[in-house]
């Protein structure tokens, strides 16, 4: 069936340094999505990409969607403590209602 | 602030008992979601209602009973559940392009 990958599973940064994760998947995508759920929390709907090489920016955040629309990443610049949390890539494949979610990389920031 | 809203936000329950998930948005959405997640992995989804209609089941046991009463309102009734199904379940509405907006979830608890 239909994965979508993610990488790292964990990352654990000093504030200040970046972090990146990476979302693969087995087939095309109509859309890819990003979410944020901080510890406790719920996720919460941070962008969506729609076309091919797309590349969006929300303060020190930039979003990627690839080419081939089946790869996308999120980097986050100089990371604060504020941005801990496990983020989760999430794909749509055309007419569908389901979203097929990466298995999330959780964030931990050293002050 | 989320706008799904869930209720109630902790239950404990044996299994023989007999309780509601209820979830309500108000954002003139279509589709309502709902969706297990166990710690430190991502949302499974469980049931897809598009217009008042089931759309998607995900083969949950008969044990979780989906209901939507109208667009706006979305009900999950657990009878006679397992140890295993302790979980926090998350409603969620259907945005453009497939974006999901998140409740805050129900933290269940089965003895």
């Known amino acids: 069936g239909q994965q979508v990958m993610q990488i790292p599973q964990y990352q654990h940064v000093q504030e200040g340094e970046d972090f990146t994760t990476y979302c693969n998947s087995s087939?095309?995508?109509?859309?890819i999505q990003w979410y944020k759920q901080r510890p406790g929390g719920h996720p919460v709907f941070l962008i969506q990409l729609v076309k091919s090489g797309e590349v969006k920016k929300q303060k020190r955040l930039t979003f990627q969607f690839g080419e081939a629309k089946k790869n996308s990443s999120l980097h986050i610049t100089a990371t604060q403590t504020t941005d801990v949390g496990t983020y989760f890539c999430a794909g749509l494949t055309d007419s569908s209602y389901k979203l097929i979610f990466g298995s999330g990389t959780r964030l931990l920031v050293r002050p | 602030d989320t706008e799904v809203t869930q209720t109630p936000k902790h239950l404990v329950m044996g299994m023989t008992n007999k309780k509601s998930l209820k979830c309500e948005q108000h954002?003139?959405?279509?589709?309502m979601y709902w969706y297990k997640q166990k710690a430190k992995k991502p949302p499974e989804l469980m049931f897809v209602y598009s217009y008042e209609k089931l759309s998607i089941n995900e083969s949950v046991p008969s044990r979780f009973s989906p209901e939507c009463p109208n667009s706006s309102l979305l009900n999950l009734h657990l009878h006679a559940l397992q140890p295993e199904d302790s979980a926090l379940y998350l409603c969620?509405?259907?945005?453009?392009?497939?974006?999901?907006?998140f409740g805050a979830g129900t933290r269940l608890s089965v003895l």
């Open positions: 087939t095309t995508l109509s859309n």
């Open positions: 954002m003139g959405h279509r589709a």
């Open positions: 969620a509405s259907r945005g453009y392009g497939g974006s999901q907006y």
